[in-house]
Nanobody, 123 residues
Framework: QVQLVESGGGLVQAGGSLRLSCAASGRTFINLAMGWFRQASGKERESVAVISWSGGSTLYADSVKGRFTISRDNAKKTVYLQMNSLKPEDTAVYYC????????????????WGQGTQVTVSS
């Protein structure tokens, strides 16, 4: 229904910032909640931040509250993840995902996924 392409990953020093972008295309655009998930080596995929279609509802992992901000520009069909004060433990592959309806932190609730972008934070 929707195709997602992430960009903006890279290698940064601890304390630095990155902004990830996820561009969406396809037949379904309305009523899509969008989320960022990450998976570190040897660990399970976890929710980072999720935003409703309207932007009126957000969900953040406790580990990133106050440091990361999710936003979206529906006119551009793009969702962003601004990551500040990065820590080595933020190192992971970051995935963009989409689902219809309400926000959720469960990966299984999301039906569309991008291929991921690597974020590496050096100490």
């Amino acid at each position: 229904q929707v195709q997602l392409v992430e960009s903006g990953g890279g290698l940064v020093q601890a304390g630095g910032s990155l902004r990830l972008s996820c561009a969406a295309s396809g037949r379904t655009f309305i009523n899509l909640a969008m989320g960022w998930f990450r998976q570190a080596s040897g660990k399970e995929r976890e929710s980072v931040a999720v935003i409703s279609w309207s932007g009126g509802s957000t969900l953040y992992a406790d580990s990133v509250k106050g440091r990361f901000t999710i936003s979206r520009d529906n006119a551009k069909k793009t969702v962003y993840l601004q990551m500040n004060s990065l820590k080595p433990e933020d190192t992971a592959v970051y995935y963009c995902a989409a689902k219809l309806g309400l926000v959720s932190g469960r990966p299984a609730d999301f039906g569309s996924w991008g291929q991921g972008t690597q974020v590496t934070v050096s100490s």
